[in-house]
């Protein structure tokens, strides 16, 4: 007994056990680093399950706290900004008119043009229950679930864009990667001139178009839209603009800022696209497939050319993603300067097969227009509501098209003398 | 307010309670005003400082297994760099339990160093996890220097945080 003392190693052995749990339980923790996404394990879901409803109605209660002070202490504005919003409401109405009758016309257009019905892809309105905590990563969580039939890597959008894709996936909840997190890849492509990339997060406001050759033209205010090429988003959902592209002589490849469409540091409700990957195009048949340098339109476009597939500044081009009805009342479809983008790339310099190499099997031939009005009417004979109508069907909302700018509500008919169309003097410009 | 008043701890439970009760009320400062700051350098841990609390108030294995987890709770919430936040609380916890008996607990300037210890090395395996991802200098520089300012704010905050658990009216 004088060397072996008992309590000794009873506490050696019993401060070794628990080194060891802590051991193990700090590589289990750190394991889950190198995991795919997937179903969220036990441990996860209970802690998220748990924990997530007080916190929510902490939430809750501190939004309350800043409406009410948004409320009722920051009202020094309150006048003249009332007066402001019920002359946008007077200068609303009277467009709301003029773009029903577009919407009429759209309608008819459609019937026209035989346009097939894209499939209708389901859609789950969700609630963030909340960002990441520490406020370095892009994530956030949402109130719905496996329970919801959602799934890793189904895309999540709102009514301004794509917003990410689902990462784990819970009872009630799941994990969401923003576009911003810089884990985070979306095959992406130039709208303007369909030079594809690969569009990661850099920093909570803006990420990076990676991957674009320094000799490609890429644009400030160009639009960039989703792919479709790797399997989790469906093409033609918004991403964002272009905000500057740098050129480095000695870089293979430009560094391009975009700026995301949605604010995502503010987000309250998004969509959960319930499929995801192929066969979900939002965008319009027919368009010039993505290709790379290739099929880069020429430098030194007719200005008629470049009216045609540049998006208006400031524009929002593609199509607007409608809320469902349940998350909001207002389904209102922005209009598309991308609609214009239908148009060949080329549009005077280049027949149609040569931009689609033959490889377009699927697209319609594009009708040639006469000598005399050949710009005008390849805008023209490009339906603008393909890419709206197709995108509502996508999200199930009411096919509804406000077109934004005056120059896109035009007739898209042969215009009349003495038509909008010849009253805008940017169009009169092009002819 | 909560260590004065009804909550004042008389018991283990009293304390377990109060622990508890300020442990979450700081996991929501974290969860929806702290990612809310426009700059990222002020997106300090607000559960580090609590830590310290905690360890000195519990014995190292009831402050591990608090420092785990609400680490993985954190981590949870976060989703990415797991094992992040579990490390620097048990970090935390073990650090105030290895010089408990050379620094004065009470003390604020101890307190400061010691959570600025631990917030330097939770910015540092931040840094180096964002890293990872090529990027240009100027991003690179301005992450760092939003690290270091974090370290720098999580110093400063470290004693107002604290005293809550720690204040010397308390009872414990």
């Not at chain 1, 007066?83 to 003029?98: D, G, N, P, W, Y």
């Not at chain 1, 005399?372 to 805008?379: C, E, F, G, N």
């Not at chain 2, 591990?64 to 976060?78: E, I, P, Q, R, T």
């Amino acid at each position: 007994m004088k060397y072996f003392n008992t309590d000794g190693w009873v506490r050696r052995l019993r401060g070794l056990i628990l080194v060891l749990i802590f051991i193990t339980v700090f590589l289990y923790i750190f394991s889950l680093n190198f995991r795919s996404s997937s179903k969220m394990d036990v441990l996860q879901r209970s802690v998220t399950e748990t924990v997530s409803p007080p916190l929510r109605m902490f939430g809750k209660i501190f939004s309350g706290i800043e409406e009410l002070s948004s409320q009722y202490i920051w009202l020094k504005n309150l006048r003249s900004e009332n007066e402001l919003l019920k002359r946008q409401v007077a200068e609303l109405e009277s467009k709301v008119t003029s773009y029903q009758e577009a919407f009429i016309e759209n309608q008819r257009l459609r019937r026209l043009l035989d346009f097939k019905t894209s499939s209708k892809a389901e859609t789950l309105p969700a609630q963030v229950v909340m960002h990441d905590l520490t406020g370095w990563f892009q994530t956030l969580m949402v109130d719905k679930g496996f329970r919801d039939g959602i799934a890793p890597d189904m895309p999540v959008v709102n009514d301004e864009g794509v917003i990410g894709r689902v990462l784990d996936v819970s009872d009630r909840h799941c994990r969401v990667l923003l576009i911003t997190d810089q884990g985070s890849s979306v095959d992406a492509v130039d709208q303007r001139n369909r030079v594809r990339g690969i569009l990661s997060g850099k920093d909570p406001n803006g990420c990076l178009l990676k991957y674009i050759r320094s000799n490609l033209d890429i644009r400030e205010g160009d639009l960039v839209i989703t792919s479709g090429k790797d399997g989790v988003y469906p093409k033609g959902l918004r991403l964002g603009v272009i905000q500057a592209a740098y050129k480095d002589p000695v870089d293979l490849f430009q560094k391009i800022e975009v700026k995301p469409f949605v604010r995502l540091s503010a987000l309250e409700e998004v969509l959960i696209i319930k499929q995801s990957g192929v066969g979900l195009d939002v965008e319009e048949e027919g368009q010039p497939p993505i290709a790379g340098p290739e099929i880069q339109p020429p430098a030194q476009a007719s200005p008629a050319a470049q009216a045609v597939t540049e998006p208006a500044a400031g524009a929002k081009p593609v199509a607007k993603l409608p809320a469902t009805a349940a998350s909001k009342s207002k389904t209102v479809t922005k209009p598309q300067p991308a609609v214009r983008t239908r148009t060949s790339p080329h549009p005077q310099t280049k027949p149609a097969a040569q931009v689609g190499t033959g490889t377009i099997t699927g697209a319609k031939p594009v009708a040639k227009p006469p000598a005399a009005a050949a710009s005008k009417s390849k805008t023209v004979t490009k339906p603008q509501s393909t890419t709206h109508t197709r995108a509502n069907q996508f999200l199930g909302a009411p096919p509804q098209m406000i077109p934004r700018a005056k120059s896109q509500t035009r007739p898209l008919g042969n215009p009349q003398p003495g038509s909008q169309d010849q009253a805008n003097p940017r169009n009169a410009g092009e002819r | 307010m909560i260590a004065s008043g009804l909550l004042t701890p008389s018991s283990a439970a009293g304390r377990v309670i109060k622990i508890t009760i300020y442990t979450f009320f700081l996991l929501s400062l974290q969860a929806y005003v702290i990612p809310r700051l426009p700059y990222p350098a002020l997106r300090i841990d607000l559960l580090i400082p609590l830590m310290f609390a905690v360890a000195v108030e519990w014995s190292p294995f009831c402050g591990l297994l608090w420092a785990c987890l609400w680490g993985f709770v954190v981590d949870n919430f976060s989703g990415e760099f797991w094992g992040l936040h579990v490390g620097t609380y048990a970090l935390a916890v073990c650090l105030v339990n290895l010089v408990s008996e050379r620094f004065e607990r009470q003390n604020p300037g101890y307190q400061m160093v010691l959570v600025g210890c631990c917030a330097a090395g939770q910015s540092i395996a931040l840094g180096l996890f964002l890293s990872f991802v090529p990027m240009d200098l100027q991003s690179l520089t301005s992450i760092w220097v939003g690290l270091g300012i974090r370290t720098l704010f999580s110093v400063t905050l470290a004693s107002f945080i604290i005293y809550p658990l720690l204040n010397p009216r308390s009872e414990f």
